[in-house]
């Protein structure tokens, strides 16, 4: 254990390089997409706060990682979730432990990768909207700087000191007065809180909306009318197949027949995205083990290249 890489918050958070990063996690999406990564449902054992979840995952190319990651509400900022644990990457040859990772910038920024990939692939041009000023949505925007830096980006929720700061970010980022009239305005939409109920509404949407929905793992981030609209992208099948924690609240009980569409087929060009300018799309994530591995290859990549140096 004493070649055991071990990195802390910000250490793990410097590892992350964005670019790399979107191409790993687009790698694990097309891998999920094509059945070539082995990761079974998340399971969490429940506590009377909050939650404990387990992630195992396998990519081939990328590697082998399990997450620990506990989510409970932070009594601090009512209506919001913290995420604390880490990630342990192993060699995929021998299985011998390689790095211990903080889970906290890796589970925001690979979230925020895989919502970029929805918005790049199935959005149509437009303003963008980030609704959250949390760590989730922090990451967001932090992101789209880098990728899509001349792309103006709101940030919408209830405390405008906090969202003001979260677009401070972005160099084209503004604070919205409110989130209905941002919503209303955009032609996409990232929704990146800790929601219980919906903090996104169908009539808010406007025709030919995008909508990359990453939080919710208390409670639904979308109302029913918007999924009922809606054409439904995912990481993976058990997003809908599945009861959370390990699927969607919103994607529950979804009609017979009634089918979603994985983001790496997508990707891969092996399946269609958008269908028509005026269709509404909807990416809901709950997050997969495939792209922790992801983002564990990008930093442990990053920090033994700079050893090696």
Not at 92 to 108: F, M, N, R, W, Y
Not at 178 to 187: F, K, L, Q
Not at 229 to 251: K, M, V, Y
């Amino acid at each position: 254990m004493s070649d055991v890489l071990v990195l802390d918050h910000e250490a793990t958070l410097a590892a992350l390089d964005p670019h790399r990063l979107m191409g790993a996690v687009s790698e694990a999406l097309v891998a999920v997409a094509r059945g070539l990564a082995s990761a079974p449902a998340r399971t969490a054992a429940l506590a009377p706060n909050g939650l404990l979840g387990a992630m195992p995952g396998y990519v081939p190319g990328l590697g082998l990682a399990a997450k620990l990651v506990s989510v409970f509400p932070d009594p601090e900022r009512p209506g919001r979730s913290s995420h604390r644990g880490v990630v342990v990457l192993f060699d995929p040859q021998d299985g011998s432990p390689l790095a211990v990772l903080d889970a906290e910038p890796i589970t925001a920024w690979r979230t925020a990768a895989s919502a970029t990939h929805s918005a790049l692939a199935l959005a149509g041009p437009g303003p963008v909207v980030v609704v959250g000023t949390g760590a989730q949505a922090r990451a967001q925007v932090a992101l789209l700087a880098v990728v899509r830096p001349g792309t103006p980006v709101t940030v919408a929720g209830r405390d405008p000191q906090a969202a003001r700061t979260t677009a401070a970010l972005h160099p084209e980022g503004r604070a919205a007065r409110d989130i209905e009239g941002a919503v209303r305005e955009s032609a996409t939409v990232y929704c990146c809180t800790g929601a219980t109920r919906p903090v996104v509404r169908r009539a808010w949407l406007a025709p030919g909306a995008h909508v990359s929905s990453v939080g919710g793992s208390h409670g639904p981030e979308l109302d029913a009318d918007t999924i009922r609209d809606a054409d439904l992208f995912t990481e993976w099948p058990g997003a809908a197949d599945t009861q959370p924690p390990s699927g969607a609240h919103e994607l529950q009980g979804l009609p017979v027949g009634r089918r979603v569409t994985l983001l790496g087929s997508v990707l891969a060009g092996e399946a269609p995205g958008r269908r028509s300018p005026e269709a509404l799309t909807v990416f809901k994530s709950t997050g997969h083990a495939a792209l922790d591995v992801a983002a564990a290859h990008v930093v442990h990549g990053t920090v033994t290249g700079r050893l090696a140096q």
